[in-house]
């Protein structure tokens, strides 16, 4: 609907305006808009302000659509600065927005693979369904991290503190979570085929239906106290590779000072039926 050029009714004669002031101080500014509605009475009733007219509200579609256009191009500035947050980080301690950032790009599915965020603060990082293989996450603080359903094949989790971690139904093939604490984790249903546990943490953990656990890499050492829903064998299994089942933190310790510098049984004698 056009607001400017429309049919307009010739402005009344000014005595009859100028008597509907109520006061002698507002006759100036009735005044004032008598001639405004004389101005726009006159200029309405050329085509050239009709087409200005339509020019602008042309414009802001033309706006509209240069702005849908430009949407690829603003995803990959975001993705670019979220990138470049998590590489200017890299190897130094502190979250320097490196959390919002991982999350932000998994939440746009692009795959974090071969991610560095080694000693990196990331409590509560939110990343299910991520793509992190390959990443380094060593010596990182990610206590409750949600790493559910995500591929973390080949990842790097040494000395890693992943206490309540959820990995649920996560693809940990060859990972390494060598003296990892994994304290209270969630790994149900979580494969583990070639993966390392050895000096883990597991106590109190969920190992719920995991899979190729007798697969795994090295156990030796790794405290399963109290973990949980463990699979039939899995415990007498991952004692004859050296595994321990202590509730004491400094006998713990003894035990890992003491630990032979071999797994004390072949994984393949552990594994015989």
């Given at each position: ?134 990443g380094d996450f060593s010596s990182a603080d990610m206590r409750r991290a949600v790493l559910r359903t ?35 984790a969630k790994l149900s249903d979580a494969e583990l085929s070639g993966a390392s546990f050895e000096r ?74």
């Open positions: 609907m056009p607001y400017v050029f429309k049919q307009r009714r010739p402005p009344e004669p000014w005595h009859e305006v100028k008597r509907k002031a109520l006061h002698h101080y507002l006759i100036p500014l009735y005044y004032a808009n008598w001639l405004g509605e004389w101005a726009a009475y006159v200029l309405g009733k050329w085509s050239l302000f009709e087409v200005l007219e339509y020019g602008g509200s042309f414009s802001i579609l033309i706006a509209v659509i240069f702005y849908f256009m430009g949407t690829g191009d603003r995803m990959k500035q975001k993705h670019y600065m979220a990138w470049q947050v998590i590489n200017t980080a890299q190897g130094k301690g502190g979250s320097g927005g490196r959390v919002d950032a991982m999350q932000e790009l998994n939440d746009d599915h692009v795959p974090l693979i071969g991610v560095d965020v080694s000693d990196a603060f990331l409590q509560d990082v939110n990343l299910p369904g991520a793509e992190l293989r390959r995500s591929d973390i094949e080949g990842a790097n989790f040494h000395l890693t503190n992943l206490r309540g971690a959820d990995l649920g139904s996560a693809d940990l093939t060859d990972t390494n979570f060598q003296d990892a604490d994994l304290t209270g883990a943490d597991l106590r109190d953990a969920d190992l719920a239906a995991v899979r190729d656990w007798k697969a795994i890499k090295a156990i030796r050492l790794a405290n399963l106290h109290g973990a949980r829903n463990l699979p039939a064998d899995f415990l007498d299994w991952a004692k004859r590779l050296g595994a321990v089942d202590i509730a004491d933190d400094g006998e713990w310790a003894r035990a890992l000072e003491a630990g032979p510098a071999t797994q004390p049984a072949s994984r393949q004698a552990a594994t015989a039926p």
